[in-house]
Nanobody, 117 residues
Framework: VQLQASGGGLVQAGGSLRLSCATSRRIIGIDAMGWYRQAPGQSRELVAR???????SYADSVKGRFTISRDNAENTVYLQMNSLKPEDTAVYYC????????????WGKGTQVTVSS
């Protein structure tokens, strides 16, 4: 299974971007999908996550600015990012957790988001 993320780019502070992540094939047993980010010199952190039932969770730093959503039919997850700040600059990775007999985690390659001040 491959995850293809897109939508990153360069934007000024206060601007918006929408990230998308699609799977290479239809997948059953998706437990959750999410977005993580990693800034230079920092560890990867959870940005937002959406579980199979539709519940969402966000990092405190993005609450009220970012919205995660999912198209179940297309196995695609989106991250709408508004009011972007320079500290949002990072490589953003999408993530998928599949639960069948156990839990398998898949990662996309990442897409760069750069917010200029």
């Amino acid at each position: 299974v491959q995850l293809q993320a897109s939508g990153g780019g360069l934007v000024q502070a206060g601007g918006s971007l929408r990230l998308s992540c699609a799977t290479s094939r239809r997948i059953i047993g998706i437990d959750a999908m999410g977005w993580y980010r990693q800034a230079p010199g920092q560890s990867r952190e959870l940005v937002a996550r959406i579980i199979s039932g539709g519940g969402t969770s966000y990092a405190d730093s993005v609450k009220g600015r970012f919205t995660i959503s999912r198209d179940n039919a297309e196995n695609t997850v989106y991250l709408q990012m508004n009011s972007l700040k320079p500290e949002d600059t990072a490589v953003y990775y999408c993530n998928l957790e599949q639960r069948l007999l156990g839990v398998t985690t898949y990662w996309g390659k990442g897409t760069q988001v750069t917010v200029s001040s």
